[in-house]
Protein backbone atom coordinates (compact mmCIF):
# COMPACT_ATOMS: atom_id res chain seq x y z
CA UNK A 1 0.00 0.00 0.00
CA UNK A 2 1.10 3.80 -0.69
CA UNK A 3 2.01 6.30 1.85
CA UNK A 4 -1.04 8.06 1.78
CA UNK A 5 0.60 11.48 1.76
CA UNK A 6 2.17 10.16 -1.76
CA UNK A 7 -1.40 10.60 -3.45
CA UNK A 8 -2.25 14.38 -2.86
CA UNK A 9 -3.45 16.62 -0.73
CA UNK A 10 -4.67 15.75 2.69
CA UNK A 11 -7.82 17.46 2.12
CA UNK A 12 -8.58 15.37 -0.82
CA UNK A 13 -7.27 12.03 0.76
CA UNK A 14 -9.13 12.83 4.14
CA UNK A 15 -12.50 12.88 2.20
CA UNK A 16 -15.94 12.34 3.54
CA UNK A 17 -15.54 8.22 3.35
CA UNK A 18 -11.80 7.82 4.33
CA UNK A 19 -13.16 10.41 7.12
CA UNK A 20 -15.64 8.12 8.61
CA UNK A 21 -13.82 5.20 7.85
CA UNK A 22 -10.65 6.32 9.99
CA UNK A 23 -12.78 7.11 12.77
CA UNK A 24 -14.68 4.36 13.10
CA UNK A 25 -11.72 2.22 12.76
CA UNK A 26 -11.22 0.42 16.38
CA UNK A 27 -7.72 0.09 15.56
CA UNK A 28 -6.88 3.15 14.52
CA UNK A 29 -8.96 4.87 17.60
CA UNK A 30 -6.54 2.68 19.92
CA UNK A 31 -3.51 3.80 18.79
CA UNK A 32 -4.22 7.25 18.47
CA UNK A 33 -5.37 7.18 22.09
CA UNK A 34 -2.19 5.32 23.09
CA UNK A 35 -0.13 7.62 21.05
CA UNK A 36 -2.22 10.74 22.58
CA UNK A 37 -1.88 9.80 26.11
CA UNK A 38 1.72 9.48 25.78
CA UNK A 39 2.30 13.11 23.83
CA UNK A 40 0.30 14.44 27.23
CA UNK A 41 3.06 12.55 29.49
CA UNK A 42 5.92 14.10 27.52
CA UNK A 43 4.18 17.73 27.59
CA UNK A 44 4.72 17.48 31.10
CA UNK A 45 1.49 19.71 32.06
CA UNK A 46 0.82 20.96 35.81
CA UNK A 47 -1.32 18.06 37.34
CA UNK A 48 -2.60 21.27 39.27
CA UNK A 49 -5.13 22.90 36.56
CA UNK A 50 -6.47 21.97 33.07
CA UNK A 51 -4.36 23.33 30.35
CA UNK A 52 -4.81 24.67 26.89
CA UNK A 53 -4.00 22.42 24.14
CA UNK A 54 -3.24 22.75 20.05
CA UNK A 55 -3.83 19.59 18.19
CA UNK A 56 -2.38 20.18 15.07
CA UNK A 57 -4.09 18.04 12.35
CA UNK A 58 -6.59 16.93 15.05
CA UNK A 59 -8.92 14.92 12.47
CA UNK A 60 -11.92 13.80 13.14
CA UNK A 61 -10.83 14.44 16.95
CA UNK A 62 -9.54 11.26 18.35
CA UNK A 63 -6.92 12.92 20.44
CA UNK A 64 -9.49 15.90 21.48
CA UNK A 65 -11.98 13.54 22.99
CA UNK A 66 -8.56 12.12 24.45
CA UNK A 67 -7.28 15.55 25.95
CA UNK A 68 -10.85 16.17 26.80
CA UNK A 69 -11.17 12.69 29.20
CA UNK A 70 -7.82 14.08 30.74
CA UNK A 71 -9.78 17.55 31.64
CA UNK A 72 -7.59 19.91 29.38
CA UNK A 73 -9.24 22.27 26.89
CA UNK A 74 -8.54 22.57 23.55
CA UNK A 75 -8.26 23.38 19.62
CA UNK A 76 -7.96 21.40 16.96
CA UNK A 77 -6.85 22.18 13.54
CA UNK A 78 -7.22 19.86 10.42
CA UNK A 79 -7.13 21.05 6.57
CA UNK A 80 -9.36 18.47 5.81
CA UNK A 81 -12.81 19.75 6.34
CA UNK A 82 -14.49 16.56 5.94
CA UNK A 83 -12.21 14.94 9.04
CA UNK A 84 -13.56 18.45 10.94
CA UNK A 85 -17.04 17.57 10.25
CA UNK A 86 -17.24 13.92 11.35
CA UNK A 87 -14.87 15.66 14.64
CA UNK A 88 -18.25 18.04 14.84
CA UNK A 89 -20.87 15.19 14.82
CA UNK A 90 -19.18 14.14 18.44
CA UNK A 91 -21.59 15.20 20.90
CA UNK A 92 -19.49 14.58 23.68
CA UNK A 93 -17.07 17.50 23.02
CA UNK A 94 -17.48 20.30 25.33
CA UNK A 95 -13.99 21.60 25.75
CA UNK A 96 -12.33 21.85 21.96
CA UNK A 97 -13.37 23.66 19.12
CA UNK A 98 -12.57 22.87 15.74
CA UNK A 99 -10.87 24.87 12.86
CA UNK A 100 -10.14 24.83 9.41
CA UNK A 101 -6.52 25.28 8.84
CA UNK A 102 -3.39 24.21 6.53
CA UNK A 103 -0.71 24.08 9.15
CA UNK A 104 1.95 24.90 6.21
CA UNK A 105 0.89 28.34 6.33
CA UNK A 106 2.15 29.39 9.50
CA UNK A 107 -0.59 29.17 12.77
CA UNK A 108 -2.75 32.54 13.22
CA UNK A 109 -3.26 32.46 17.15
CA UNK A 110 -2.40 35.05 19.57
CA UNK A 111 1.35 34.69 20.89
CA UNK A 112 1.31 32.64 24.04
CA UNK A 113 -1.81 31.53 23.56
CA UNK A 114 -1.27 27.60 24.34
CA UNK A 115 0.50 25.79 26.95
CA UNK A 116 1.52 22.67 25.09
CA UNK A 117 1.45 21.06 21.66
CA UNK A 118 0.41 18.03 20.02
CA UNK A 119 0.35 16.58 16.87
CA UNK A 120 -0.66 12.89 16.04
CA UNK A 121 -0.07 11.46 12.62
CA UNK A 122 -0.15 14.87 10.85
CA UNK A 123 3.35 16.89 10.25
CA UNK A 124 4.66 14.28 7.88
CA UNK A 125 1.97 16.54 4.88
CA UNK A 126 3.90 18.90 5.45
CA UNK A 127 7.16 17.55 3.47
CA UNK A 128 5.10 16.98 0.24
CA UNK A 129 4.40 19.54 -2.87
CA UNK A 130 0.54 19.12 -3.90
CA UNK A 131 0.95 22.45 -6.11
CA UNK A 132 4.04 24.68 -7.92
CA UNK A 133 3.14 27.37 -5.10
CA UNK A 134 3.90 24.60 -1.89
CA UNK A 135 7.77 24.71 -1.02
CA UNK A 136 7.96 22.14 1.84
CA UNK A 137 11.02 23.71 3.13
CA UNK A 138 9.15 27.02 3.48
CA UNK A 139 6.15 25.28 4.72
CA UNK A 140 8.09 23.85 7.43
CA UNK A 141 9.88 27.04 8.21
CA UNK A 142 6.52 28.56 8.55
CA UNK A 143 4.79 25.88 10.84
CA UNK A 144 7.68 25.51 13.02
CA UNK A 145 8.30 29.55 13.14
CA UNK A 146 4.76 30.13 14.12
CA UNK A 147 4.09 27.09 16.60
CA UNK A 148 7.49 28.21 18.47
CA UNK A 149 5.27 31.97 18.69
CA UNK A 150 2.03 30.34 20.32
CA UNK A 151 3.23 28.40 22.72
CA UNK A 152 3.71 29.85 26.40
CA UNK A 153 7.32 30.38 27.64
CA UNK A 154 8.49 26.84 28.73
CA UNK A 155 5.95 25.04 26.79
CA UNK A 156 6.33 21.77 25.09
CA UNK A 157 4.99 20.27 21.42
CA UNK A 158 4.97 16.34 21.03
CA UNK A 159 4.75 16.00 17.07
CA UNK A 160 4.64 12.33 16.33
Known sequence: MSRPELTGSASNF???TEARKYD??????GIQAEITNR???LLQLPSTRPSFILDMGCGSGLSGKVLESLGHYWVGCDVSRDMLNVASERETST???LFHHDMG???PFRPASFDGCISISALQWLCYSNTSQQVPKRRLVRFFSSLYAVLKRGARAVLQ
Open 39 to 41: AVE
Open 24 to 29: TNSRMV
Open 14 to 16: YND
Open 95 to 97: TGD
Open 105 to 107: TGL
